[in-house]
């Protein structure tokens, strides 16, 4: 059964720092790439990034300049996204999600940024940033 739970959102400050966590069930760790997704209101979802699950890279979107840092602990079956110099435009309901697709490209060739209704999504947990 695929599990994936967020945690550790809530109210941030303007330029403060925040980790996100994602527990993955089973195997999900040792098979699949993962991939962190946000929501901000009255907008579409949107990719952050996504950890390669057999070369181990992480690739990130464009607009995340550095901000925003992903990384696994497979012991614990956690994938973590630290955001930092947070910006109210980063205010979202934060998801992790996978394509459940062994030997999958998706990080690297982008296909990722595209993952929808037919993939695997937590329930996502929400940041908030404000002044």
């Known amino acids: 059964q695929v599990q994936l739970v967020e945690s550790g959102g809530g109210l941030v400050q303007i330029g403060g720092s925040v980790t996100l966590s994602c527990y993955a069930s089973?195997?999900?760790?040792?098979?699949?790439?993962l991939g962190w997704f946000r929501q901000a209101p009255g907008k579409e979802r949107e990719a952050t990034s996504c950890?390669?699950?057999?070369?181990?890279?992480?690739y990130y979107t464009d607009f995340v300049k550095g901000r925003f840092t992903m990384s696994r602990d497979k012991v614990k079956r956690l994938v973590y996204l630290q955001l930092n110099n947070l910006e109210s435009e980063d205010t979202a309901v934060y998801y992790c999600?996978?394509?459940?697709?062994?030997?999958?490209?998706?990080?690297?060739?982008?296909?990722?940024?595209?993952?929808?209704?037919?993939?695997?999504w937590g329930q996502g947990t929400q940041v908030t940033v404000s002044s």
């Open positions: 999600a996978t394509d459940l697709t062994m030997a999958s490209r998706a990080c690297e060739s982008g296909e990722y940024e595209r993952w929808g209704e037919k993939d695997y």
């Open positions: 089973g195997g999900l760790l040792d098979y699949f790439n």
């Open positions: 950890l390669d699950n057999v070369s181990e890279k992480v």
